[in-house]
């Protein structure tokens, strides 16, 4: 009996295209696996890629916003160290002031060493603040001893920039005590307006963000992350189906062959 050639070849075509769509199948897995992405470009999923890169795009801007609060907490708490370093300085004037005013023998030199001591601590004391940066951005505008201690004294409005320049421990010792004690009130204001500041608007904002970012970035992974395990089963089931379909394709090759010939 002759076995028509065309009846037997047409098996090899099918087996082709079975080999082609599973090496296809184990194509796909293996660059899910080896990049760990399961949507690598448009075509996989049009609807899941659009839906992935508007999450990447909220998640950066999210990043963004996160970046500027840690900035803001940063340059918060340098200035309130320039300030808490500054507190130190209007303690120990107030010490000075204490002193000058409780000891009524003291002599001129001393009293004179009182001053220059009195007038070196608000120079220092604006120094301290006048070069606090972050980022080469400076903390503070102007003279931060013309901001504390102000108030109206015998028809006169005077603050620690007054210290030296008008008003002496010598003659002043009461009233430099008096701006020293109002010195250390506006400064805990600032300083409680700082703190408040970082705790309650920057702390809970950032934590907002890092709950909506994680929300975020688990919703991407489920769009655009491969699943490895699935994943490896499939690529499993790929190269099995692969090497049966090679089988198939070579054992009909062999059985076309002597059709070729005309043999049954």
């Given at each position: 009996?002759?076995?028509?050639i065309?009846?037997?070849?047409?098996?090899?075509?099918?087996?082709?295209?079975?080999?082609?769509?599973?090496?296809?199948?184990?194509?796909?897995?293996?660059?899910?696996?080896?990049?760990?992405?399961?949507?690598?470009?448009?075509?996989?999923?049009?609807?899941?890629l659009?839906?992935?890169?508007?999450l990447?795009?909220?998640?950066?801007?999210?990043?963004?916003?996160?970046?500027?609060?840690?900035?803001?907490?940063?340059?918060?708490?340098?200035?309130?160290?320039?300030?808490?370093?500054?507190?130190e300085?209007?303690?120990?004037l107030?010490?000075?002031?204490?002193?000058?005013?409780?000891?009524?023998?003291?002599?001129?030199?001393?009293?004179?060493?009182?001053?220059?001591?009195?007038?070196?601590?608000?120079?220092?004391l604006?120094?301290?603040?006048?070069?606090?940066?972050?980022a080469?951005?400076?903390?503070?505008?102007?003279?931060?001893?013309?901001?504390?201690?102000?108030?109206?004294?015998?028809?006169?409005?005077?603050?620690?920039?007054?210290?030296?320049?008008?008003?002496?421990?010598?003659s002043?010792?009461?009233?430099?005590?008096?701006?020293?004690?109002?010195?250390?009130?506006?400064?805990?204001t600032?300083?409680?307006?700082?703190g408040?500041?970082?705790?309650?608007?920057?702390?809970?904002?950032?934590?907002?963000?890092?709950?909506?970012m994680?929300?975020?970035?688990?919703?991407?992974?489920?769009?655009?992350?491969?699943?490895?395990?699935?994943e490896?089963?499939?690529?499993?089931?790929?190269?099995?189906?692969?090497?049966?379909?090679?089988?198939?394709?070579?054992?009909?090759?062999?059985?076309?062959?002597?059709?070729?010939?005309?043999?049954?």
């Amino acid at each position: 009996m002759i076995t028509p050639i065309a009846t037997q070849s047409a098996a090899v075509p099918i087996g082709l295209r079975s080999l082609e769509q599973n090496q296809q199948a184990l194509g796909k897995s293996m660059e899910r696996l080896s990049t760990g992405n399961a949507i690598n470009s448009a075509k996989d999923d049009p609807a899941k890629l659009m839906a992935g890169i508007n999450l990447d795009a909220a998640l950066r801007t999210l990043d963004a916003e996160s970046r500027a609060i840690q900035r803001e907490s940063s340059v918060l708490s340098t200035k309130d160290a320039a300030l808490g370093a500054a507190g130190e300085m209007i303690a120990d004037l107030k010490g000075l002031a204490v002193q000058a005013a409780n000891t009524g023998a003291m002599s001129d030199a001393e009293r004179e060493a009182l001053d220059i001591e009195a007038a070196s601590i608000v120079r220092a004391l604006d120094l301290t603040t006048s070069s606090a940066s972050f980022a080469g951005e400076k903390l503070f505008d102007g003279s931060v001893a013309d901001d504390l201690g102000s108030g109206e004294e015998g028809g006169g409005d005077y603050s620690l920039a007054d210290i030296g320049n008008g008003l002496s421990l010598s003659s002043d010792a009461e009233l430099i005590a008096r701006i020293a004690d109002r010195a250390v009130s506006d400064l805990a204001t600032m300083r409680g307006e700082i703190g408040a500041t970082i705790a309650n608007d920057l702390s809970h904002r950032a934590n907002a963000i890092d709950t909506e970012m994680t929300n975020l970035a688990d919703a991407r992974s489920q769009i655009m992350d491969t699943d490895f395990a699935k994943e490896t089963a499939a690529l499993t089931r790929a190269e099995m189906l692969s090497e049966a379909s090679r089988f198939v394709l070579a054992f009909d090759s062999q059985r076309a062959g002597p059709g070729l010939l005309g043999v049954a």
